[in-house]
């Protein structure tokens, strides 16, 4: 009987973990992811430091493991919002440095940043290809142009996210 128990607690708190991180639903999911972006935001930390190695198997937790496991639920909101938080993770991540590195390595930075980016959304470019075939195929052109209208608002409302978070990042640099 206590080994049973003793197994049973072993089991929760192993699984807890992910309940933690992924959340019982999208929702909760989405809403933690968010929560982990501004943490990295608020730690304030420079791309060189140690700390991105944690920060950085947290977030791949959340994309490879967390992410696939509500996908198909996610509304079209929610896909934006949470490609909004990875986005800015990224700018978070780099953005307190960028002026400085890009002064210094610029072509460094810039490979650095195109091969995480790569990793983060590995695959995403064949997705929008396949999406965009089957939308050309299934929807009249109204229809189409009325999504590229929302695609283009949604890459506007994502850039001045990007630029907000790199801003607020130079700006706590410059304290």
């Known amino acids: 009987m206590i080994r049973i128990m003793i197994a049973l607690v072993l089991i929760g708190s192993l699984t807890s973990c992910d309940i933690t991180t992924c959340g019982v639903d999208k929702n909760q999911f989405l809403k933690n992811y968010e929560a982990f972006v501004e943490s990295v935001n608020d730690k304030d930390l420079s791309y060189q430091s140690d700390q991105w190695n944690a920060l950085d198997e947290k977030y791949k937790k959340f994309t490879k493991e967390c ?16 490609y909004g938080a990875s986005i800015k993770y990224y700018a978070y991540k780099y953005g307190k440095s960028f002026k400085k590195m890009s002064e210094n390595d610029g072509e460094a930075l810039v490979n650095a940043l195109e091969n995480e980016l790569e990793r983060a959304f590995d695959g995403f470019g064949d997705k929008i290809d396949a999406f965009a075939k089957r939308l050309e195929e299934s929807i009249d052109e109204d229809k189409i142009q009325d999504a590229a209208d929302r695609f ?8 001045d996210d990007i630029d907000k978070a790199v801003n607020e990042q130079d700006s706590k640099g410059n304290k």
């Open 67 to 82: 992410y696939p496991e509500y996908r198909d639920q996610l509304t079209q909101d929610d896909k934006e919002r949470y």
């Open 152 to 159: 283009s608002d949604f890459m506007e409302r994502l850039a």
